[in-house]
Antibody
Framework: QVTLKESGPALVKPTQTLTLTCTFS??????????VNWIRQPPGKALEWLAR???????FYSTSLKTRLTISKDTSKNQVVLTMTNMDPVDTATYYC?????????WGQGTLVTVSS | DIQMTQSPSSLSASVGDRVTITCQAS??????LNWYQQKPGKAPKLLIY???SLETGVPSRFSGSGFGTDFTLTINNLQPEDIATYYC????????FGPGTKVDIK
């Protein structure tokens, strides 16, 4: 059974750096073809894809946010980490960790991050 | 980047109705399109992939069609449990989602 769970701060201040961790089970990110994404959703708004890391350590970023994002993996811990710099109130959203590409087949429950001073 | 649009943004229909949601891509994405269902307070769930293939466990009243830039999600015989927001997503390039269509029951 595949599970993913996001963890990180619920509240960050403007200009701070956000670090989110996705801890997963039921698959290995060292297996060929495995991929993990980060996707976010501001309250009441649409989904926005942020970044993806592949089994071979290829990394892909949203064009509009790539200067602020870094994605990495720790295969031994079954974790994927996303950092987002220079947080702003407009970055308030639920952040999801999602397995797969092109099918976003398994989603974490999401973690709400609020950006406020 | 490829932009996705959806219409309508919301709709209200009766149980048993046929519901159609359209999705349009800003450029040709062949059949590189998925649909997701998101119920209130929950994470999205994959519904249809590659334009028309039903994910395992998804009821057959859901169907998808289209090619190129224009796509459709159809729900036949709408059920109360279909109340949700539906998103299309392209994967021809870096993934992007449509703005969503909220479906309610009259």
């Amino acid at each position: 059974q595949v599970t993913l769970k996001e963890s990180g701060p619920a509240l960050v201040k403007p200009t701070q750096t956000l670090t989110l961790t996705c801890t997963f089970s039921g698959f290995s990110l060292s297996t060929t073809g495995m991929r993990v994404n980060w996707i976010r959703q501001p309250p009441g708004k649409a989904l926005e894809w942020l970044a993806r890391i592949d089994w071979d350590d290829d990394k892909f970023y949203s064009t509009s946010l790539k200067t602020r994002l870094t994605i990495s993996k720790d295969t031994s811990k079954n974790q994927v980490v996303l950092t987002m710099t220079n947080m702003d109130p407009v970055d308030t959203a639920t952040y999801y960790c999602v397995r797969g590409h092109p099918l976003l087949s398994s989603w974490g429950q999401g973690t709400l991050v609020t950006v406020s001073s | 980047d490829i932009q996705m649009t959806q219409s309508p943004s919301s709709l209200s229909a009766s149980v048993g109705d046929r519901v159609t949601i359209t999705c349009q891509a800003s450029q040709d994405i062949t059949n590189y399109l998925n649909w997701y269902q998101q119920k209130p307070g929950k994470a999205p769930k994959l519904l249809i992939y590659d334009t028309s293939s039903l994910e395992t466990g998804v009821p057959s009243r859901f169907s998808g069609s289209g090619f190129g830039t224009d796509f459709t999600l159809t729900i036949n015989n709408l059920q109360p449990e279909d109340i949700a927001t539906y998103y299309c997503q392209q994967f021809e390039n870096l993934p992007s989602f449509g703005p969503g269509t909220k479906v309610d029951i009259k």
